[in-house]
DNA sequence: TTTAAAGTATACAGATCAGTATATTTTAAT
DNA sequence: ATTAAAATATACTGATCTGTATACTTTAAA
């Protein structure tokens, strides 16, 4: 058997609102495409809003356990994991269905402060953060928490730009960047 | 006399796409908000897809002379200048009307590549880098283009960061980072 | 003062929007 | 085999969407 419903109405409506939006997407379309009636849509999901929730936090584990498995795959030590962040962020920009970022597109739809999608995609950008300080801190920064700040500035600007420029070449700037960065954070440690 | 229909037409219909983004809004809301029947607005536009090209192109120029004014009456050497940048990004973030970037929603809405509203973006984001690269250049920096990406990069994670947090703190961040970023290439210089 | 452009008011077309209603059929666990 | 949940097919509501049509009025310049 192949994927639950909801499942289903999950992936097609995370692929349509990646490249689309979210208000350019219709429920019908995210329904005949998932090979379900509209009725079921709403068996699983209350409404539009709440569909797109789902999405999100669907999204969000995924995205950041995929991210952070590849950083750490691809360097064993937190230093090099701190570079390496950019190397997999360059992989992302590369990949067909990359269209910037699906939560900052959120932000951009849905301007009404203290959503919970707006909190969703805070949410999922402090939990990246999170991770950033792990490793800043395990590098031996002496100011981690600053540190991992302005590398996610850092990886923002250069999600940014790939989408601005259709190009990954942003990761490699905000690489060499990241590392003037890091170097300074350690040799202010000692 | 006041503004010409045209000039009330674009200022509402900036004020809105600003907010809540390009499909969420109507061309009836942006006619009966401007007090103009919507037979003047095609008149003057010949679509919405039109009239969100002339905002686009409206905005920009009067964005990016706003903020390099800003700059430039706020520091007096290329140098200071170059950190000067996210002082005057701190006041926009703390605008009410900030919403993030409009050219970033922009290309979150419209996937189609090579279009008239993503080519708008894309020239706008090159021009706030090429004043980036005059000022790195006129500080003296060693690799002056470099430094400006980096430096364009700090800027596009700020204003992010300042729309995911609803903060303008970012822009203190940015301006920390840049100012490694700037001391580094100055010294590579000699 | 004539005249053409620009504007108003209003209504409409045809499509699509989110969400619901009805009645039937499939599925899966007891 | 029974039964309740889940799914189907189809149609509908009422609102909103972009864009156009018709008929009338204001404006401003020649």
């Not at 959120?106 to 999170?130: H, V, Y």
Request: aromatic residues 10%; proline residues 3%.
């Amino acid at each position: 058997m192949g994927l639950s419903k909801r499942e289903q109405l999950l992936r097609t409506a995370l692929a349509l609102f990646k490249k689309h939006g979210f208000h350019a997407i219709g429920v019908d379309v995210i329904a005949h495409r998932s090979g379900v009636t509209k009725k079921t849509l709403y068996h699983h999901f209350r409404s539009k809003d709440e569909l797109i929730l789902a999405v999100l936090r669907y999204y969000d584990e995924r995205f950041r356990n995929h991210f952070i498995r590849q950083v750490e795959s691809r360097a064993k030590t937190p230093l090099r994991r701190l570079t390496a962040l950019f190397d997999v962020a360059k992989d992302w920009f590369n990949e067909n269905d990359f269209y910037g970022c699906l939560f900052v597109g959120a932000l951009g739809e849905f301007p009404e402060p203290d959503t919970a999608i707006r909190n969703a995609c805070r949410e999922s950008k402090n939990l990246m953060r999170d991770y950033f300080r792990e490793l800043a801190e395990g590098a031996g920064a002496s100011k981690p928490k600053e540190l991992a700040d302005q590398l996610l500035l850092l990886m923002e600007g250069a999600i940014t730009m790939a989408q601005v420029n259709h190009s990954p070449f942003s990761a490699q700037q905000a690489k060499a960047a990241a590392r003037v960065l890091i170097r300074n954070a350690r040799s202010s440690a000692q």
